[in-house]
């Protein structure tokens, strides 16, 4: 019984959705048999046809998104506001100049309509396709270049990992001081010395913990490692064991998952504790999946996870979206609120230290690293790129830590870029790149670093 009520609703939902669709083609046949101009009828016909083949090549065609299908909600009401209004206008000039005898002005009205008419579809089906975009992307790619390394080939090399492919993680993964790189595959985890980058261990998967996954992070817990599905959208957020064994799974609210579920060791115990975001609250769960602490936090999101350093104590940064970035303890005590005087950097990319002190790091048309009470300690341009990444890494000992910065082009222009920047603001390492690689961190248990990228296969960038 349940089941036809499901169907019949959905039946329902169908009907009320089409109905919705033929909105703007109801009110056309309300003109056709109401107003006396052609002409007027004919052009927001036309313009409604042109936006709609345009928005449903967009969706089912050329699709650019996995939120590309929302733009049927709105189509109609665009096409019925917009779309037909300066049709009809355009209708009704060219019209008038018709009424004139005026054939030059009627084959140029028509001439240009198709050409808008061409363009309005060109735009929402292929907007990477319409001549002004083409046109600056040409310029942009001019500008840019090709791809390769234009600045300290010199003084870094970049050297290739020897590992498979697969997933690329890094964390501390023995309980050892010092960062490791895992390997994963379908079939096992293959560990590599944080220094070397040589093969030393490899573990099995087997079962669920097989399958897996963007969402799933490797974490040492209970003395062992473990997979974490960490969430995001409506993902599983779990904590299973290499065989596949699920240790524990957090879903408090019966309706909708929680945000995230990201694991760390904040409380310096050698055994990493979890942290999750969920529609009401932030939770701290032990290895177990019980929780230690609840404190209300209404959907936010876990920013970062910052371990206790020289520069400060362990921190967990959130964020609710459109608010300012909140800075809790591990032990669940709000620390600080972080100030934002203005709306510019919104893109939080994370926390670096750097040359001693804690920075939060901004994206966007611009780096830009903030101290927690709002004050500007450094900026970075990339042209014509989007700052998508920042890092800091101390290459060898008593060196100064140095800033990486990853930048990428919009999608269609196929250009990312990679460098290493020092306090001066002089660019010790500028790379081109055809794709966004993706930066991975290894930290030295003597404060040193090692630079990883993927692209899909996996270098080391190293000083020379």
């Keep these: 019984m349940a089941g036809a009520r499901g169907d ?27 107003v006396r101009n052609p002409w007027l009828v004919l052009g927001a016909g036309l313009f ?10 967009s969706v089912f065609v050329f699709p650019r998104g996995s939120t590309a299908a ?6 109609p009401l665009v096409a019925l506001c917009v779309a037909m209004p300066v049709g009809a206008a355009a209708g009704w000039l060219t019209g008038q100049l018709a009424a004139r005898g005026s054939r030059v002005g009627v084959a140029v009205a028509l001439g240009l309509g198709v050409c808008v008419l061409g363009l309005m579809t060109l735009g929402l089906a292929r907007p990477d396709l319409f001549p002004t975009t083409m046109y600056a992307r040409q310029r942009a790619l001019a500008r840019i270049g090709e791809p390769g390394v234009r600045i300290g080939s010199d003084a870094f090399q970049s050297v290739a990992v020897d590992a498979r492919d697969g997933w690329y993680l ?8 010092g960062d490791e790189l895992a390997v994963v595959s379908r079939s096992e985890v293959q560990l590599f010395d944080g220094r070397s980058l040589q093969p030393r261990a490899s573990r099995t998967l087997a079962g669920e913990a097989a399958r897996w996954n963007w969402f799933s992070e490797l974490a040492r817990s209970g003395g062992d490692l473990v997979r974490v599905d960490t969430g995001g959208g409506f993902q599983e957020t779990q904590v299973l064991s290499l065989d596949g064994t699920q240790r524990f799974r957090y879903h408090p609210d019966d309706t909708l998952p929680p945000n995230a579920l990201r694991a760390a060791d904040l409380d310096g115990n050698g055994d990493a504790e979890f942290y999750s975001c969920t529609q009401q609250s932030l939770t701290r769960l032990d290895g177990s999946g019980h929780e230690i602490w609840r404190q209300p936090h209404r959907s936010c999101e876990i920013i970062a996870l910052q371990s206790a350093t020289t520069a400060g104590p362990a921190w967990v940064v959130t964020r609710v979206y459109g608010q300012p970035l909140v800075l809790w303890s591990p032990q669940g005590s709000r620390i600080a609120d972080v100030p934002e005087r203005d709306t510019t950097y919104r893109q939080v990319l994370g926390i670096v230290e750097w040359h001693g002190t804690r920075l939060i790091a901004y994206g966007g048309e611009r780096l830009t690293l903030r101290t927690p009470d709002g004050a500007t300690v450094f900026e970075w341009t990339v042209p014509d790129m989007s700052v998508v990444g920042a890092w800091t890494v101390t290459f060898a000992d008593r060196e100064q830590p140095l800033l990486v910065v990853q930048a990428t082009a919009d999608r269609d222009t196929r250009r990312a870029r990679l460098q290493i920047v020092d306090e001066a603001r002089t660019v010790r390492y500028d790379e081109v790149t055809e794709r966004l690689p993706r930066i991975l961190t290894v930290h030295h248990d003597d404060g040193t670093g090692t630079l990883l990228s993927a692209t899909p296969a996996l270098h080391a960038i190293q000083q020379r």
């Design 8 to 34: 019949v609703g959905v039946v329902i939902s169908l009907l009320a959705f089409t109905a919705w669709a033929l909105v703007p083609y109801a009110v056309l046949f309300a003109l056709g048999r109401h």
């Design 70 to 75: 929302i733009a049927l909600v709105f189509s």
């Design 48 to 57: 409604a046809t042109a936006f709609e083949l345009g928005i449903r090549l």
């Design 170 to 177: 890094t964390g501390d993964f023995d309980g050892q001081p």
